[in-house]
């Protein structure tokens, strides 16, 4: 009885430490996207920090720079809207708000497309990329969501530029988890 108890509270307990349903403003994100034991909030807070850190860490890797692009479209809204994210300052998630229009922008993604469509196409050409099959992903990079030609598209997640915004507001971010008195404490 007691053990049935413990299981009930540990299960009710771990729900809550996952991401809302989607919204206008927070993409769904199927689980592991940033790591098979991560949950999508802290793996895409240090995944991001780490891949906007320096071109380096996604030149050449288009899969990781999408996941990255990814991170940044999920962020912003989860962390503004999950209670779980309470005690975070505030400024991060508008800046990485910022940040993610000015990644949007080098993209070519449309400033109209809904971030769920942005995600999905996305997660299509990370999926395909990893799996081998580049057809797949230029299929993927020919939505709507994108303005500019495939190859074009494909060729900048290749070789990402550094963007100063998306590098100092990931960072800060993972910085919070991390800190005693942070959102975690």
Same mark, same amino acid.
Do not use: H
């Given at each position: 009885? #007691? %053990?049935?108890? =413990? &299981?009930?509270?540990?299960?009710? @307990?771990?729900?809550? @430490?996952? &991401?809302?349903?989607?919204?206008? +403003? ?8 940033? /790591? $098979? =034991? ?9 995944? $991001?920090?780490?891949?906007?850190? &320096?071109?380096?860490?996604? #030149?050449?890797?288009?899969? $990781? %720079?999408?996941?990255?692009? *990814? ?20 400024? *991060?998630?508008? #800046?990485?708000?910022?940040? #993610?229009?000015?990644?949007? +922008? ?5 400033? !109209?497309?809904?971030? +769920? ?6 997660? $299509? ?10 057809? /797949? ?18 060729? *900048?997640?290749?070789?990402?530029? =550094?963007?100063?915004? %998306?590098?100092?507001?990931? &960072?800060?971010?993972?910085? +919070?988890? =991390? !800190?005693? /008195?942070?959102?975690?404490?």
């Amino acid at each position: 009885m #007691r %053990a049935g108890l =413990y &299981s009930v509270l540990l299960a009710l @307990c771990l729900a809550g @430490c996952g &991401s809302l349903p989607a919204t206008q +403003q927070t993409p769904y994100l199927p689980p592991g996207v940033f /790591g $098979a =034991y991560q949950d999508n909030d802290v793996g895409g807070v240090n995944f $991001a920090s780490w891949a906007f850190a &320096s071109p380096a860490n996604t #030149r050449n890797n288009p899969v $990781a %720079a999408a996941k990255a692009v *990814i991170a940044l479209e999920y962020l912003p809204g989860e962390l503004r809207e999950n209670p779980r994210w309470i005690r975070m300052d505030a400024a *991060i998630p508008y #800046r990485l708000g910022q940040a #993610r229009a000015k990644v949007e +922008q080098i993209l070519g993604i449309s400033p !109209t497309a809904p971030r +769920q469509l942005i995600v999905n196409a996305l997660l $299509a050409v990370a999926w395909n990329l990893q799996n081998g099959n580049r057809a /797949g992903a230029m299929q993927a990079l020919a939505s709507p969501v994108f303005t500019f030609p495939p190859e074009q598209t494909l060729a *900048i997640l290749a070789n990402l530029p =550094y963007v100063k915004e %998306a590098n100092l507001w990931t &960072s800060r971010a993972e910085d +919070q988890l =991390y !800190t005693p /008195g942070g959102p975690w404490s």
